[in-house]
């Protein structure tokens, strides 16, 4: 069974950098065709899909954290990764991680997802 644990986060001021950390356990990055993703969501609002990454279509963002955040993936140490930069405020929010491996016809960012992290919160101010 596939597990997520998320890390990396914590509190920063506008403009500097995070980097969230997603352990995956029970399955090996190099051997599956798992489509990894990050949401995140803030206080009062939805939880909204931010990056996604498979092996065969590359990473997608979304709009607002476009040329901002990178997602990326390590075969070796089977860890999703997510680079913030440039932090902004809007950026607040529990950051979770997810995976699943069934097709979809819906676009990464807003198909479901079987397997989450418990999340970690980043604060923006």
């Known amino acids: 069974q596939v597990q997520l644990v998320e890390s990396g986060g914590g509190s920063v001021q506008a403009g500097e950098s995070l980097r969230l950390s997603c352990a995956v356990s029970g399955h090996l990055l190099s051997n599956s065709d798992y489509l990894l993703a990050w949401f995140r969501q803030a206080p009062g609002k939805e939880r909204e899909g931010v990056a996604a990454i498979d092996s065969e279509n590359g990473p997608t963002y979304t709009g607002s954290v476009k040329g901002r955040f990178t997602i990326s993936r390590d075969n070796d140490t089977n860890t999703l990764y997510l680079q913030m930069g440039r932090l902004i405020p809007e950026d607040t929010g529990v950051y979770y991680c997810?995976?699943?491996?069934?097709?979809?016809?819906?676009?990464?960012?807003?198909?479901?997802?079987?397997?989450w992290g418990q999340g970690t919160q980043v604060t923006v101010s």
């Open positions: 997810a995976a699943d491996m069934r097709p979809s016809i819906l676009p990464p960012l807003v198909r479901a997802y079987s397997v």
